[in-house]
């Protein structure tokens, strides 16, 4: 696997593969690879000749206060996992590289409306700086394939959104969430946690997956969010929101949809997960619609 730090030679050696008619597959990262990444990266592996991983912290989208400092940063471990997952190419810029100008004049992107809440109402312009970093790197590599996964839902929801009003000719796969097998979603930030608070974090997902099922059993949604959300509390979780959507995010409209979205994040000390899960509820009877 080739490692490059700087972009005229990720341009030089992405054009070779080009004109050779090979087909890209990008899968962002901001490494300490886990197996979530490495699903990415196997997903990618089955869609195209070459694929390319990249690494960068990207500090546009970290608030103040945010762990931009502290992210664990493990460039030589995430080469070897990346190696061994058959990864052709790593790209690895400095933030020099990639915002030369420094980041208070850097040119950004903004994906309105499903952007906001959810994480981006906590997160206050964490998806201008995913959306611009996103479409940096769309433009750098130029593949045509990007993998993502579903564990940063909103993320999801936010490119797909990015591709089609920008119009890049790149074709969007939302891998599902990898999960430890006590639940939790598999995430660098779960390493912030000390050990008992580690050993609470799977209830999050089991607290998600018991709302689903009282969702689906017809239990009415205001009522099955707010025992979830004193399920955690009683936990001892501080609850950041938890809220069904539509499938692509629009707000959740009983009348109109049977499928959705339950997303979540949670604090637990200092530090905040996120997870989702699909939901199907039944229509409420007299909704006036009819299937068939
Ligand atoms: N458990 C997972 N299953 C599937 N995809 C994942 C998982 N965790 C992360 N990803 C995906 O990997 C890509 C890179 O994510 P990122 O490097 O932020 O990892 P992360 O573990 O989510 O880190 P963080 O803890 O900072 O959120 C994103 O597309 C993200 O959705
Ligand atoms: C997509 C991404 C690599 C952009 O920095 C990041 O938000 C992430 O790791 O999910
Ligand atoms: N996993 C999405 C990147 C972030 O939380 O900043």
Redesign the pocket.
Same mark, same amino acid.
Request: hydrophobic residues 35%.
């Given at each position: 696997m080739q490692t490059l730090h700087d972009i005229a030679p990720l341009r030089e050696t992405l054009q070779t593969h080009r004109m050779a008619g090979r087909r890209i597959a990008l899968v962002?990262?901001? #490494?300490n690879l886990?197996a #979530?990444?490495l699903?990415?990266v196997d997903r990618a592996r089955g869609l195209a000749d070459v694929v390319v991983a990249t690494l960068f912290v990207n500090p546009l989208q970290f608030g103040a206060g945010e762990d931009f400092g502290q992210y664990p940063r493990t460039l030589e471990s995430d080469r070897d996992k990346l190696a061994a997952h058959d990864c052709d190419l790593l790209f690895a810029p400095s933030v020099e590289t990639l915002y030369p100008d420094g980041l208070e004049t850097q040119t950004q992107v903004q994906v309105p409306d499903v952007s906001e809440g959810l994480c981006g109402g906590t997160r206050i312009g964490h998806f201008d700086g995913v959306a611009t970093v996103v479409s940096l790197l769309f433009h750098l590599v130029q593949p045509d394939i990007a993998c993502?996964?579903?564990?940063?839902f909103q993320?999801l929801a936010v490119i797909r959104k990015l591709v089609a009003d920008l119009h890049f000719p790149i074709e969007i796969v939302g891998?599902p969430?990898?999960?430890a097998e006590d639940g939790l979603?598999?995430?660098?930030?779960n390493g912030y946690l000390g050990d008992d608070d580690r050993a609470l974090a799977p209830a999050f997902h089991r607290e998600l997956s018991r709302c689903r099922d009282a969702l689906a059993s017809g239990r009415p949604p205001d009522a099955a969010l707010s025992e979830a959300r004193q399920a955690l509390q009683a936990s001892g979780f501080r609850v950041d929101y938890l809220e069904i959507r539509g499938p692509s995010l629009a707000p959740f409209d009983i009348a109109r949809h049977a499928e959705g979205r339950l997303l979540g994040a949670v604090y637990l000390g200092s530090t905040r997960l996120i997870d989702n899960v699909a939901v199907s509820l039944p229509r409420p009877t007299g909704s006036g619609i009819r299937h068939g």
């Open positions: 962002p990262t901001m #490494g886990h #979530g990444h699903a990415l993502f996964g579903e564990k940063d993320q891998v969430t990898v999960r979603a598999l995430s660098s930030r």
